[in-house]
């Protein structure tokens, strides 16, 4: 069975709450928006496409990897400090979905390497 997969970043429980009132503003401004979990937002650092099972587990066990070689480094990337820079909206037929830019860092270029 394929999947949709993607890349991304979760955001700290404190990072949630500073998003909320922007997010919450985003939606009066559009009628009809609802708000997702705030468990779900994260940071999409790639999109890979339709995979199955066995792709997904390799990507999954790469990601860890360079997560685990993060941690031994001196000037490790996590956490990262990320600056919000941009928003905008993706549509599709009558949804929409609000989207935040995020510079990006140092951090997330060598971690995207």
């Known amino acids: 069975m394929n999947m ?3 890349v991304a970043l979760e ?4 990072d949630r709450h500073r998003l909320r009132p922007l997010i919450e503003s985003a939606c009066a401004a559009y009628p009809g928006g609802r708000i997702v979990p705030f468990g779900n937002l994260h940071i999409t650092l790639h999109f890979v496409g339709e995979c199955g099972p066995d792709k997904a587990e390799q990507l999954r ?3 860890w990897q360079a997560y685990r070689a993060d941690a031994d480094r001196e000037d490790r990337l996590f956490p990262m400090r990320l600056q919000a820079s941009g928003s905008g909206l993706f549509r599709s037929g009558r949804e929409a979905v609000l ?3 995020v510079e990006p860092s140092a ?3 060598r971690f995207r390497t």
């Open 11 to 14: 955001l700290s429980t404190e």
């Open 99 to 101: 989207w935040l830019r």
């Open 61 to 63: 066990r790469a990601l």
């Open 4 to 6: 949709r997969l993607f």
């Open 107 to 109: 951090g997330i270029r």
